[in-house]
């Protein structure tokens, strides 16, 4: 007997509201996919409030909770994925931050949050990294762009402290603030104001105007996640191009594959990502698949181009299609929250899920979209059952009772 693995592609942002250019369809609707619609067709389909009802998901809290770790149990900040994402091997008890190279102005205005999109942050990530402040050691590593990751290593952290970024242009670089009385935020948030101050000291000496500040938030401590792997008893592999799901994946235990062309952006190489699982096939058991254009043109107010990017992708999984025929694959299709293109927004609005293979319900539904899946006879379903389901198929779930 074939034991099908599990193929489980998130699109990120992939629920959108309706649009008036496409007929009032939303992207996903208008898009032409004859891979996805034939998943559909042979699969069950459903809605998914991937944290909670009412809650408006970030990308990370999301991620965590449709790969089974509840974020209101185990999120502490998006720092230490971002960390993970990048290359650094976390130890328990650092910090990590994520920091933007940015320009202000000589009034000391934030006026660009990137920097004029600066291609890469290398050298000034080269120019915290090594430091010891208040005898705690400092890493940083460039991610996509003008982002960095930076840790804080050493005793008594803590991640209850504010941003320095304020988050918006034409306001000053702010002072990181303890959230509570305890010597540990009070040194945490002196250690990032000090960097911050380095930063606009150092940066102006790599001869780049418009990248002279360092714009640091998201602290989180890492603490201790469960491992995927040995919760599900799955060989498990991650195939993203983004740091801050690669990092997500890494700390719960998963296997980075690295995918020549896989960007994190709406470039990404597709082909190459749908390659990595079918090459793999008997290497592991469940492959989590990532691909973030969806979100990204919709964070850019541009639905057209988020259509054509699912069309992308839907040529692309053409490999998929025969492989599930044969029964060796399970493939669920879902997103990680909606991301409106009219508000440029994440919202609370379910986001469409598939799931076709052996073992599967088949409903009636037959094309992928957030109102076809309305009649899906998955109904509405949280985002930490997910895992549940789709390893219950296998025939791996425990059981509860007797
Ligand atoms: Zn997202």
Not at 56 to 78: F, Q
Not at 253 to 280: H, P, S, W, Y
């Amino acid at each position: 007997m074939i034991v099908p693995k599990i193929v489980f592609i998130v699109f990120d942002g992939l629920g959108d509201r309706p649009i008036k250019e496409l007929n009032n369809l939303t992207p996903l609707e208008a898009a032409i996919k004859p891979n996805l619609d034939a998943f559909s067709k042979m699969g069950i389909n459903g809605l998914l409030h991937t944290v909670k009802r009412g809650i408006r998901p970030g990308s990370d809290t999301a991620h965590l909770s449709i790969l089974g770790a509840d974020p209101e149990v185990y999120y502490r900040g998006r720092g230490p994925f971002e960390a993970a994402g990048v290359g650094i091997d976390l130890e328990l008890g650092d910090v990590a931050l994520r920091g933007n190279v940015a320009t202000l102005d000589k009034n000391g205005l934030i006026t660009d949050r990137r920097a004029g999109r600066i291609a890469d942050a290398s050298e000034f990530a080269k120019l915290i990294d090594g430091l010891t402040i208040e005898g705690v050691k400092i890493i940083a590593r460039a991610g996509v762009g003008h982002r960095m990751a930076i840790v804080l290593r050493g005793v008594n952290l803590s991640d209850e402290v504010t941003d320095a970024d304020p988050h918006m242009t034409n306001e000053k670089i702010l002072l990181s603030k303890p959230k509570n009385d305890s010597a540990e935020a009070k040194l945490t948030a002196s250690i990032i104001n000090i960097i911050s101050q380095k930063a606009q000291e150092l940066f102006p000496t790599l001869g780049n105007p418009s990248a002279n500040c360092l714009l640091l938030r998201g602290a989180g401590k890492l603490t201790e996640f469960p491992n995927f792997e040995k919760t599900y008893g799955l060989a498990s592999c991650c195939i993203a191009g983004g740091a801050l799901y690669k990092g997500i994946a890494k700390i719960l235990g998963f296997t980075i594959l690295n995918v020549e062309g896989a960007t994190g952006k709406g470039d990404t190489n597709i082909d190459n990502k749908i390659k990595a699982v079918t090459e793999n096939l008997d290497k592991y058991d469940f492959f989590f698949v990532h691909l973030k254009g969806t979100d990204s043109f919709s964070e850019d107010g541009k639905p057209l181009l988020k259509k054509e990017y699912i069309e992308r992708a839907d040529k692309a999984f053409s490999p998929l299609l025969p492989l599930l025929k044969e029964g060796r694959i399970i493939i669920s299709v879902t997103g990680d929250h909606t991301t409106s293109s009219e508000l440029m927004a994440h919202t609370t609005d379910e986001v469409p899920l598939l799931v076709a293979g052996p073992g599967v319900r088949v409903d009636k539904v037959e094309t992928f979209g957030e109102r076809p899946a309305q009649s899906g006879g998955l109904g509405h379903m949280e985002g930490r059952h997910l895992i549940k389901y789709l390893v219950d198929l296998l025939g791996k779930s425990p059981l509860y009772g007797n």
